[in-house]
Protein backbone atom coordinates (compact mmCIF):
# COMPACT_ATOMS: atom_id res chain seq x y z
CA UNK A 1 0.00 0.00 0.00
CA UNK A 2 0.94 3.68 -1.24
CA UNK A 3 1.38 5.71 1.84
CA UNK A 4 2.42 9.91 1.20
CA UNK A 5 2.74 12.24 4.07
CA UNK A 6 3.06 16.00 3.53
CA UNK A 7 4.95 18.15 6.36
CA UNK A 8 6.64 21.46 6.75
CA UNK A 9 2.81 23.74 5.79
CA UNK A 10 2.25 26.98 8.53
CA UNK A 11 1.32 30.39 8.13
CA UNK A 12 4.30 32.44 6.74
CA UNK A 13 4.61 36.04 5.98
CA UNK A 14 4.32 37.23 2.16
CA UNK A 15 8.13 37.46 0.85
CA UNK A 16 9.22 34.44 3.11
CA UNK A 17 10.21 30.67 1.82
CA UNK A 18 8.87 27.61 2.55
CA UNK A 19 9.87 24.10 2.03
CA UNK A 20 7.60 20.96 2.09
CA UNK A 21 8.39 17.48 2.25
CA UNK A 22 6.19 14.24 1.06
CA UNK A 23 7.43 10.99 2.70
CA UNK A 24 6.58 8.19 1.06
CA UNK A 25 6.26 4.34 1.77
CA UNK A 26 5.38 1.17 0.16
CA UNK A 27 6.36 3.09 -3.62
CA UNK A 28 9.78 4.02 -5.05
CA UNK A 29 9.59 7.67 -5.67
CA UNK A 30 12.05 7.70 -8.40
CA UNK A 31 10.33 5.07 -10.80
CA UNK A 32 7.18 7.20 -10.91
CA UNK A 33 6.50 10.75 -11.08
CA UNK A 34 5.52 12.72 -8.61
CA UNK A 35 3.92 16.09 -8.30
CA UNK A 36 2.58 18.85 -5.97
CA UNK A 37 -0.65 20.35 -6.25
CA UNK A 38 -2.82 23.15 -4.40
CA UNK A 39 -6.17 23.96 -3.50
CA UNK A 40 -7.35 27.21 -2.17
CA UNK A 41 -11.28 27.53 -0.66
CA UNK A 42 -13.48 27.79 -3.84
CA UNK A 43 -11.17 26.14 -6.70
CA UNK A 44 -10.20 23.35 -8.55
CA UNK A 45 -6.98 21.34 -7.26
CA UNK A 46 -4.32 22.62 -9.22
CA UNK A 47 -0.79 21.90 -10.07
CA UNK A 48 2.24 23.10 -8.86
CA UNK A 49 5.50 21.63 -9.62
CA UNK A 50 6.68 17.54 -10.21
CA UNK A 51 9.29 14.80 -11.41
CA UNK A 52 9.37 12.54 -14.10
CA UNK A 53 10.03 9.10 -13.55
CA UNK A 54 13.63 7.51 -14.04
CA UNK A 55 15.21 10.97 -15.45
CA UNK A 56 14.11 13.25 -12.58
CA UNK A 57 12.94 16.17 -15.07
CA UNK A 58 11.16 18.28 -12.85
CA UNK A 59 8.63 21.06 -13.94
CA UNK A 60 6.92 24.33 -12.11
CA UNK A 61 3.47 25.77 -13.59
CA UNK A 62 3.63 29.08 -14.16
CA UNK A 63 1.77 30.27 -11.56
CA UNK A 64 4.75 29.50 -9.31
CA UNK A 65 8.24 29.72 -12.17
CA UNK A 66 11.33 31.23 -10.72
CA UNK A 67 9.81 30.70 -7.19
CA UNK A 68 9.73 27.02 -7.05
CA UNK A 69 12.23 24.27 -6.56
CA UNK A 70 11.05 20.33 -6.83
CA UNK A 71 13.71 17.99 -5.47
CA UNK A 72 13.88 14.22 -4.77
CA UNK A 73 15.96 12.54 -2.52
CA UNK A 74 15.95 9.10 -2.96
CA UNK A 75 17.36 7.57 0.00
CA UNK A 76 14.73 8.95 2.00
CA UNK A 77 12.14 8.24 -0.48
CA UNK A 78 11.57 11.94 0.02
CA UNK A 79 9.69 14.70 -2.10
CA UNK A 80 10.25 18.40 -1.86
CA UNK A 81 8.62 21.61 -3.11
CA UNK A 82 11.01 24.77 -2.01
CA UNK A 83 8.92 27.93 -2.63
CA UNK A 84 10.61 31.48 -2.25
CA UNK A 85 8.83 34.92 -2.08
CA UNK A 86 5.86 33.49 -1.07
CA UNK A 87 2.67 35.66 -2.01
CA UNK A 88 -0.96 35.67 -0.16
CA UNK A 89 -2.08 33.93 -3.40
CA UNK A 90 -0.12 30.74 -2.89
CA UNK A 91 -2.28 30.38 0.22
CA UNK A 92 -3.75 26.96 0.07
CA UNK A 93 -4.00 23.12 0.79
CA UNK A 94 -0.91 21.53 -0.65
CA UNK A 95 -0.86 18.08 -1.86
CA UNK A 96 1.46 15.43 -3.20
CA UNK A 97 0.72 12.43 -5.36
CA UNK A 98 2.30 10.10 -7.19
CA UNK A 99 1.23 8.38 -10.25
CA UNK A 100 1.75 4.49 -12.09
CA UNK A 101 4.23 5.86 -14.90
CA UNK A 102 7.02 7.73 -15.19
CA UNK A 103 5.36 10.34 -17.04
CA UNK A 104 5.19 13.31 -15.63
CA UNK A 105 0.99 14.70 -15.78
CA UNK A 106 -0.52 18.12 -14.58
CA UNK A 107 -3.87 16.22 -14.35
CA UNK A 108 -4.92 15.89 -10.82
CA UNK A 109 -6.92 12.78 -12.05
CA UNK A 110 -3.68 10.98 -13.98
CA UNK A 111 -2.56 10.31 -10.14
CA UNK A 112 -3.25 7.33 -8.18
CA UNK A 113 -2.13 8.11 -4.87
CA UNK A 114 -2.50 11.24 -2.60
CA UNK A 115 -1.07 12.64 0.57
CA UNK A 116 -3.60 14.02 3.13
CA UNK A 117 -2.91 17.55 2.28
CA UNK A 118 -0.68 20.11 4.14
CA UNK A 119 -2.16 23.98 5.12
CA UNK A 120 -0.14 27.04 3.93
CA UNK A 121 -1.19 30.12 5.23
CA UNK A 122 0.78 33.44 3.72
CA UNK A 123 -0.39 36.83 4.96
CA UNK A 124 0.12 40.26 3.51
Known amino acids: QVLLVESGGGLVQAGDSLKLSCAASGRTFSDYAMAWFRQAPGKERAFVAGLSGTSGTTYCADSVEGRCTVSLDNAKNTMYLQMNTLKPEDTADYYC?????????????????WGQGIQVTVSS
Open 97 to 113: AIRSSRYLSTAASAYDY
